[in-house]
C-alpha cells in the first residue's frame, strides 16, 4: 500500500494560518484520490477535504470557506491550506488514499499524522 507522510503542524493562534503537507510515492500519487482528516481530543477521525486525480475538490462543511486543497502532481505532494483557523480545528490531522466517490472512505494506512493546536 501507499506511503503517505504528513508534515507541517503547529501551534498557531486563533484566526491565524497553517499548511499541512502530505508525501506520497510517486507510484500512486497519480492516480490516487487523496483525503485529509482529523482526529480532535477524544473525538472519532473525520473527513475533511479531500482531492481527486482529476482536481475535483470535496470538503466539509465547518471548513468550506477557510481551508483549501490542493495538488503539486511534480513533487508527489498534497497540499491543505487552512486559514481562519479556530479552536475547534485543534486535532491530529492525517492523509489517505481514498475512494473517489466516497472520500470517508478510505483505502490506505494511517500514518503519525501531524498535531495542529489552535490556542491563545
Known amino acids: 500500500q501507499a506511503q503517505l507522510v504528513e508534515s507541517g503542524g503547529a501551534l498557531v493562534q486563533p484566526g491565524g494560518s497553517l499548511r499541512l503537507s502530505c508525501a506520497a510515492s510517486r507510484t500512486i500519487f497519480s492516480i490516487a484520490s487523496i483525503g485529509w482528516y482529523r482526529q480532535p481530543p477524544g473525538e472519532r477521525r473525520e473527513l475533511v477535504a479531500s482531492i481527486s486525480s482529476d482536481g475535483n475538490t470535496k470538503y466539509v462543511d465547518s471548513v468550506k470557506g477557510r481551508f483549501t486543497v490542493s495538488r503539486d502532481n511534480a513533487k508527489n505532494t498534497v497540499y491543505l491550506q487552512m486559514n481562519s483557523l479556530k479552536s475547534e480545528d485543534t486535532a491530529v490531522y492525517y492523509c489517505?488514499?481514498?475512494?473517489?466517490?466516497?472520500?470517508?472512505?478510505?483505502?490506505?494506512?494511517w500514518g503519525q499524522g501531524t498535531q495542529v493546536t489552535v490556542s491563545s
Open positions: 489517505n488514499t481514498n475512494i473517489r466517490t466516497n472520500p470517508w472512505i478510505t483505502t490506505g494506512n
